[in-house]
């Protein structure tokens, strides 16, 4: 049987440390919309697309002032249930980190 | 509709949000031959590392983009619709390759979209039957009407109309403006059949202290709150009652698809779509300005002044905004073509200006040195693009620019570069190609 085999030989080279690191990197923000690693990935993957796609976020180049303003303008205006200050902090952090104006 | 089996079988393998997947996100299917993606991080990582070695991506489900990937997104394709690049998918937001608006008339499948929230059941289901339009408040004789009662109470026309997204063009902006990254593609030319706004409000008898007109649609609000309206914007009396302004409920001879906004919108054409509300359910004449959802702050607005890029405005300093600029696309070639043989060429596209029309479109192949007049025909109504067409003949072997430029009837002309905004509306510098000359 060669199926078998062949996963084997794949598991055997995953095991082995031979995985591709950006493919395995592109996977995994396939996972979370896009979403690069990093703290605040879940907080801010959980939030956001409770309402709308990662899809939106991912196209943005903001200073941390205007993401600022989004929050509290989804907070105020759409519907978006107020996250506690901690998680508040790790959000607005992670978008400012990964989406800002050099984008 | 035919498609729906086929938009289960996706949506089954939607994983982000299976409850909601099937209504919010029909329709999206991958292209054979292209890489889908697997959902869990062991599956994904296995199939990465297969894909890596062998040709394995036929047999992997299509379902999550890797959004990081922005070419990726043309790969997915929306019921009803044929090229466009999808620039999100919850609300749906796509526009479509300048090189696939060569049409006089813009195909259905060809028209952009752009969605505050949810698509209404009833667009999904094509069944107008439950459906009738409010006109109230500021009339004398508040009215509901069903399809029937517009089709037979109002003289029916069919206009060929610009629609163009406000934010069109926003990819451009730098520093970047908050939003979808609209880049050309947010225009559509659709012949439309409806009622004429104001026929119908004429028939309502608007009161002597109106001035502004209010649309609510029936697409949800993106958080699933009954009570909040995903937008709802309307126009200053005088825009409503404009002969070219209508209630549509055919778009190209057939029902206005589910994503343009069936059973009926308005169009009120050369200014920013979000004044042609879709999935309409009821007008309101009001005596102040409209102050529903995205009319209000700095939504559809820029500043009173010309500002610096980057620049921060108050939000009293800004205005809303009306007319749409003056503004050409060049729909043929597709950028990128390479003459093979010979040194000239048939350049073609469209050119509109909001409520003005377009006098003249030039045409240039030397970075903007030297300019070309193209042959420009009249609209085949007012509202309506008009079509241009350049022969071009190229001096040597190389690599060129073919740049389009159009000038109003007030004689405004594009600009080469933004005039920037905070929100990245209005951008109508010149749309430029890339032109290989191979001998």
């Given at each position: 049987m060669r199926r078998p085999a062949l996963a084997a030989a794949i598991l055997l080279l995953a095991g082995g440390g031979l995985l591709v690191p950006a493919i395995a990197q592109q996977a995994d923000e396939a996972d979370y919309g896009g979403l690069p690693p990093g703290p605040g990935r879940e907080e801010v993957y959980d939030t956001c697309q409770a309402c709308h796609s990662l899809m939106i976020v991912v196209q943005q180049g903001l200073t941390r002032d205007s993401w600022e303003e989004s929050l509290v303008w989804m907070v105020e205006e759409q519907g978006m249930p107020e996250p506690d200050e901690a998680t508040w902090a790790l959000i607005l952090d992670y978008l400012a980190a990964h989406y800002g104006t050099d984008r | 509709m035919s498609d729906n089996a086929k938009e289960r079988g996706i949506c089954e393998l939607y994983e982000e949000d299976p409850e909601r997947a099937d209504y919010l996100v029909f329709g999206r299917v991958a292209e054979n031959g292209r890489r889908g993606f697997l959902k869990g991080a062991g599956l994904a990582t296995m199939a990465a590392a297969v894909g890596a070695t062998i040709p394995f991506h036929r047999n992997m489900p299509a379902g999550l983009i890797p959004s990081a990937l922005a070419d990726e997104t043309s790969d997915f394709k929306l019921a009803g619709k044929d090229g466009l690049t999808v620039l999100n998918d919850r609300p749906i937001n796509a526009e479509t390759p300048p090189h696939l608006l060569d049409d006089d008339v813009t195909p259905n499948d060809r028209h952009f979209v752009r969605n505050n929230g949810l698509v209404p059941e009833m667009a999904e289901?094509?069944?107008?039957?439950?459906?009738?339009?409010?006109?109230?408040?500021?009339?004398?004789?508040?009215?509901?009407?069903?399809?029937?009662?517009?089709?037979?109470?109002?003289?029916?026309?069919?206009?060929?109309?610009?629609?163009?997204?406000?934010?069109?063009?926003?990819?451009?902006?730098?520093?970047?403006?908050?939003?979808?990254?609209?880049?050309?593609?947010?225009?559509?030319?659709?012949?439309?059949?409806?009622?004429?706004?104001?026929?119908?409000?004429?028939?309502?008898?608007?009161?002597?202290?109106?001035?502004?007109?209010?649309?609510?649609?029936?697409?949800?609000?993106?958080?699933?709150?009954?009570?909040?309206?995903?937008?709802?914007?309307?126009?200053?009396?005088?825009?409503?009652?404009?002969?070219?302004?209508?209630?549509?409920?055919?778009?190209?001879?057939?029902?206005?698809?589910?994503?343009?906004?069936?059973?009926?919108?308005?169009?009120?054409?050369?200014?920013?779509?979000?004044?042609?509300?879709?999935?309409?359910?009821?007008?309101?004449?009001?005596?102040?300005?409209?102050?529903?959802?995205?009319?209000?702050?700095?939504?559809?607005?820029?500043?009173?002044?010309?500002?610096?890029?980057?620049?921060?405005?108050?939000?009293?300093?800004?205005?809303?905004?009306?007319?749409?600029?003056?503004?050409?696309?060049?729909?043929?070639?597709?950028?990128?073509?390479?003459?093979?043989?010979?040194?000239?060429?048939?350049?073609?596209?469209?050119?509109?200006?909001?409520?003005?029309?377009?006098?003249?479109?030039?045409v240039s192949i030397d970075f903007g040195a030297t300019w070309i007049q193209a042959d420009l025909q009249p609209p085949p109504n007012p509202y309506s693009w008009q079509h241009w067409t350049a022969d071009l003949s190229f001096p040597e072997k190389g690599y060129y620019e073919v740049w389009a430029r159009a000038t109003d009837s007030d004689g405004v002309t594009q600009p080469f570069a933004i005039a920037w905004n905070p929100k990245g509306y209005l951008n109508n510098s010149m749309h430029r190609i890339a032109v290989r000359v191979a001998a």
């Amino acid at each position: 049987m060669r199926r078998p085999a062949l996963a084997a030989a794949i598991l055997l080279l995953a095991g082995g440390g031979l995985l591709v690191p950006a493919i395995a990197q592109q996977a995994d923000e396939a996972d979370y919309g896009g979403l690069p690693p990093g703290p605040g990935r879940e907080e801010v993957y959980d939030t956001c697309q409770a309402c709308h796609s990662l899809m939106i976020v991912v196209q943005q180049g903001l200073t941390r002032d205007s993401w600022e303003e989004s929050l509290v303008w989804m907070v105020e205006e759409q519907g978006m249930p107020e996250p506690d200050e901690a998680t508040w902090a790790l959000i607005l952090d992670y978008l400012a980190a990964h989406y800002g104006t050099d984008r | 509709m035919s498609d729906n089996a086929k938009e289960r079988g996706i949506c089954e393998l939607y994983e982000e949000d299976p409850e909601r997947a099937d209504y919010l996100v029909f329709g999206r299917v991958a292209e054979n031959g292209r890489r889908g993606f697997l959902k869990g991080a062991g599956l994904a990582t296995m199939a990465a590392a297969v894909g890596a070695t062998i040709p394995f991506h036929r047999n992997m489900p299509a379902g999550l983009i890797p959004s990081a990937l922005a070419d990726e997104t043309s790969d997915f394709k929306l019921a009803g619709k044929d090229g466009l690049t999808v620039l999100n998918d919850r609300p749906i937001n796509a526009e479509t390759p300048p090189h696939l608006l060569d049409d006089d008339v813009t195909p259905n499948d060809r028209h952009f979209v752009r969605n505050n929230g949810l698509v209404p059941e009833m667009a999904e289901t094509m069944d107008a039957s439950g459906w009738s339009l409010t006109v109230d408040g500021e009339v004398d004789n508040p009215m509901t009407l069903t399809l029937d009662d517009l089709r037979s109470r109002f003289e029916v026309v069919k206009l060929k109309l610009q629609v163009e997204c406000g934010g069109n063009g926003r990819a451009a902006f730098n520093p970047p403006a908050k939003g979808n990254q609209w880049t050309l593609g947010a225009v559509g030319n659709a012949e439309w059949t409806g009622v004429r706004y104001a026929d119908l409000l004429a028939a309502a008898g608007v009161k002597s202290n109106a001035i502004y007109t209010a649309h609510y649609g029936m697409d949800g609000h993106l958080s699933g709150d009954p009570e909040k309206l995903p937008i709802s914007r309307g126009v200053p009396l005088e825009k409503a009652m404009n002969p070219y302004s209508i209630i549509a409920f055919e778009m190209n001879g057939v029902p206005i698809p589910t994503l343009n906004g069936f059973p009926v919108r308005t169009i009120c054409p050369g200014w920013p779509g979000s004044c042609s509300q879709k999935w309409l359910r009821r007008i309101q004449v009001r005596d102040v300005v409209h102050d529903g959802p995205k009319m209000t702050g700095t939504s559809y607005r820029v500043p009173t002044y010309p500002v610096e890029a980057g620049e921060k405005v108050e939000k009293k300093d800004f205005q809303i905004i009306q007319s749409m600029p003056v503004k050409s696309l060049i729909t043929r070639p597709q950028t990128g073509h390479e003459i093979g043989d010979g040194r000239s060429l048939q350049a073609a596209g469209h050119a509109w200006a909001g409520d003005r029309w377009v006098n003249a479109v030039d045409v240039s192949i030397d970075f903007g040195a030297t300019w070309i007049q193209a042959d420009l025909q009249p609209p085949p109504n007012p509202y309506s693009w008009q079509h241009w067409t350049a022969d071009l003949s190229f001096p040597e072997k190389g690599y060129y620019e073919v740049w389009a430029r159009a000038t109003d009837s007030d004689g405004v002309t594009q600009p080469f570069a933004i005039a920037w905004n905070p929100k990245g509306y209005l951008n109508n510098s010149m749309h430029r190609i890339a032109v290989r000359v191979a001998a």
